[in-house]
């Protein structure tokens, strides 16, 4: 299974990527978990990615494009893979698919987990992230035990630079003009498949496990 996660920021992505991740047990990329924790070690990547991530741009194709091409190429992820942030331009897309076909392997499917603007705009704004290992809580619908401290590492919860409210809205003005348009790009390419991600993370969870069987079916028929 070759997975891509598509959608908003705040969508649940990273949730149900994780529940993926230990389900097909397949590793799980995230290129947002990634950038950040290249910011924090000051590494390269991280020195180049930092100035565009504050201000809730994207970071440029070529940066990106090189860190997920070792990844996809490690023994790591011979069996597969969960992608999820990664790609967010068309150009991405097209770095993905060439680098896929030089390994002889192509993309199972591509998860467009949907959310509106407003619903994004609730679920970004009150969340809360650990800062020393980036678990996730959220003021009103997965408030931590005390305040301002992660149930799992005791470590104190921040808003993240780029869920301040104005960063929030520049994140979605940047997913419609330049991550939407893949959503065509993979529909034609009959590799879509929509999930309401409105929906509790439950919900969403099972609406997924279904869409996999499918698509595994309509694999093994092909075979
Ligand atoms: P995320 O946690 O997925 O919302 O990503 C946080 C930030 O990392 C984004 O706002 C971008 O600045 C950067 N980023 C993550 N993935 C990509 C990508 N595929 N292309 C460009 N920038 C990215």
């Known amino acids: 299974m070759n997975l891509v996660l598509l959608g908003p920021p705040g969508?649940?992505?990273?949730t149900q990527g994780e529940r993926l991740q230990a389900d097909l047990r397949l590793p799980y990329f995230a290129t947002g978990d990634i950038l950040r924790a290249a910011v924090r070690d000051e590494t390269e990547l991280?020195?180049?990615?930092?100035?565009?991530?504050?201000?809730g741009d994207l970071v440029p194709?070529?940066?990106?494009?090189?860190?997920?091409?070792?990844?996809i190429d490690s023994a790591e992820a011979a069996d597969g893979f969960i992608l999820d942030g990664f790609p967010r331009t068309v150009p991405q897309a097209e770095a993905l698919a060439?680098?896929?076909?030089?390994?002889?392997?192509?993309?199972?499917?591509?998860?467009?987990?949907?959310?509106?603007?407003?619903?994004?705009?609730?679920r970004l704004g009150g969340r809360r992230t650990c800062a020393e290992n980036g678990h996730v809580f959220h003021v009103d619908f997965n408030p931590p035990e005390r305040e301002g401290v992660c149930d799992?590492?005791?470590?104190?919860?921040?808003?993240?630079?780029?869920?301040?409210p104005e960063v929030?809205?520049?994140?979605?003005?940047?997913?419609?003009?330049?991550?939407?348009?893949?959503?065509?790009?993979?529909?034609?390419?009959?590799?879509?498949?929509?999930?309401?991600?409105?929906?509790?993370?439950?919900a969403v969870g099972a609406d997924i496990g279904r869409t996999l069987a499918t698509l595994k079916l309509e694999a093994d028929e092909a075979i």
């Open 98 to 122: 060439a680098k896929l076909s030089e390994l002889g392997r192509q993309l199972t499917g591509v998860l467009l987990i949907d959310a509106d603007d407003d619903e994004v705009m609730r």
């Open 168 to 202: 929030i809205r520049h994140r979605l003005d940047q997913y419609h003009a330049k991550t939407e348009p893949l959503i065509d790009f993979y529909d034609h390419q009959s590799l879509l498949r929509r999930i309401d991600g409105a929906a509790n993370p439950d």
């Open 46 to 55: 991280g020195r180049s990615a930092k100035e565009y991530m504050d201000r």
């Open 11 to 14: 969508s649940g992505k990273g």
């Open 152 to 164: 799992i590492d005791g470590s104190e919860l921040i808003v993240r630079d780029d869920d301040r």
């Open 61 to 71: 194709d070529e940066v990106i494009v090189g860190a997920i091409g070792e990844r």
